[in-house]
DNA sequence: GCCGGACCTCAACCGCCGGTCGAGGGTTGA
DNA sequence: TCAACCCTCGACCGGCGGTTGAGGTCCGGC
């Protein structure tokens, strides 16, 4: 299992992984004789923390909230309150197509747990809805939503109002198509991967021709 | 001037700025007897390396490459070769609308340079230029170029080619129609701000319609 | 012309981060 | 029974990102 990590990361070591347990950012179970016993979902994390370390030069600190963020959306705190969107701490960076951080799909809201997280009006989420900017799945919102919204409040300062944005929306819904034609077999890492393409492509053009 | 940046980064110090002006960071000009003469330039420059440090937890030696980066962009190796642009680095992270990275507009690339540094072939840059996904200005590509030509080389490998992404090219256009119309004097900070934006609430867009 | 305060250099020092090392000891399987 | 792993725990370490202080220069004001 080390040797697995080791041909992605070159320079993981045991004691670098102990040290990483001792500051807790893995937890993986033990064995009666106290062996370490590395779960797939481990090793997943792991390879996380490793690649933002490499890739991102982040601080293990900084991975750790990170981590402790995507948990957080993922499990909402057993017997605890929902876990309160308000404390939704800022983007870490403003996530790309890279980042999931907080906004994972995983995430589900309320309507109005998604209203408070993004800090918008009830009026403009309704619009957001209208125009099928946001929309829910059976009684909840995903965690795009929040920076869907979010992004609109922003834009709605410059005057630019959801049904402005329906492009957007259109724009997205024909990349995804384009993606689905391409993925026969729900492979997910391809489907990010080609989600990222898109992203990047998009903000390259965007950028590239509002410079002319 | 220290005062000056100390409102917008708290931690800075005299010692501070000596200590990066050591590592090569900023060269400000010096009086005859001595004194640091801090330009316009040179505080801009300071401003972006306490807030890459700040907000993107980037060491040192990377916030020196970036610059490094950005001064090759901008003026062609003052006597030398142009700057091979083989040599490129990798992407910084993967850059979103916020980071510019070597990718600014100011680059300027002959053909082949650009189709060096994307390494795409000839065949491929033409198709991507008669779908006007890449467009020269004058006799030159911008950095963005690269970018577009890597991405669609890597969408190549999934058999999407250059056609099927002009959809891309006229949501893009659409975009900067809208940014344009919002910004009539051209205050170019705004300007950004509306592009990430933009970029933003399409990569949140194509994400959540993508995980239904 | 001289005093106080701000600036300079240079070397020494510092604290933290991200591990590594090794001693001492248990576990496993051939 | 023995080699090859695994464990813990404390000591140690190198580099990064500065800080401190001694010793000296420069400038403005009186």
Redo the contacts between chains.
Sequence with gaps: MLQLLQAEFADVTISKIRFLEAEGLVTPARTVSGYRKFAAADIERLRYVLAAQR?????LR?IKEHLGAMERGLRPTPGGRPAAPENLPEPP??????DFGV?G?ELKLTREELRAAAGITPELLDQLESHN?V?A?GNHY?G??I??AR??A??AE???EPR??R??????????G??EQ?ISQRRDD??QE???????????????????
């Design positions: 890739d991102q030069y982040l601080p900084v960076g403003l996530p790309g197509a890279e906004y799909t900017l929309v799945r995903d795009d939503a920076l869907v992004t609109a922003e834009f410059y005057g630019i402005h944005l492009p957007f929306r259109t724009a997205a819904d024909r990349e995804v384009l993606i391409v391809k489907t080609l989600a990222a393409l898109a992203v990047r492509l998009h903000a390259a053009l965007v950028r590239s021709r509002l410079a002319r």
